[in-house]
């Protein structure tokens, strides 16, 4: 069965299609670094339990609940941390929020610029929608 975690991610709307730019562009490669060709890995990024797109604030809040998050054997939870590395590198802000099934196992990190940002705090909203 495996242990299950809520994750939640917020970045600008350049920031969600940077992301999913480099997650298709990361899995065709690994597909092709296995031979793999026939079959596309897993995207997550196209399997979204949760988006809300504010085109006024210029966010995009998006997520998965109850996941597998093994971010050392997925591919496609691995190309997902690649990309927000990949953000951080071109300076575009993000939030990510992990709340395992233990809810005292809470990861939270975010960019450089991210408090400088109208994007919403995840860690908080999440948390109690999780309690609730």
């Known amino acids: 069965m495996g ?8 970045t600008t709307i350049e920031g969600f299609n940077e992301m999913k730019n480099y997650v298709d562009k990361y899995l ?3 597909s092709n670094a296995t ?3 026939s079959e596309m890995p897993y995207n997550l990024l ?7 797109l504010d085109e006024e604030n210029n966010y995009v809040l998006f997520g998965w609940n109850y996941i597998k998050w093994y971010d050392m054997y997925y591919k496609d939870v691995i190309a997902v941390c690649k990309a927000l590395k990949h953000l951080e590198e071109k ?3 993000y939030q990510f929020v992990r709340i395992g099934e233990d809810p005292t196992d809470i990861e939270d990190r975010y960019s450089e610029g991210y408090f400088d940002t109208d994007m ?3 860690l908080v909203q999440s948390y109690i929608e999780l309690c609730l």
Not at 46 to 52: R, T, W, Y
């Open 3 to 10: 242990y299950r975690s809520e994750v939640k991610i917020v």
């Open 28 to 30: 065709h490669v690994e």
């Open 35 to 37: 031979n793999n060709t």
């Open 46 to 52: 196209d399997n979204l339990d949760e988006k809300v």
């Open 91 to 93: 300076n575009i802000p």
């Open 120 to 122: 919403p705090s995840i």
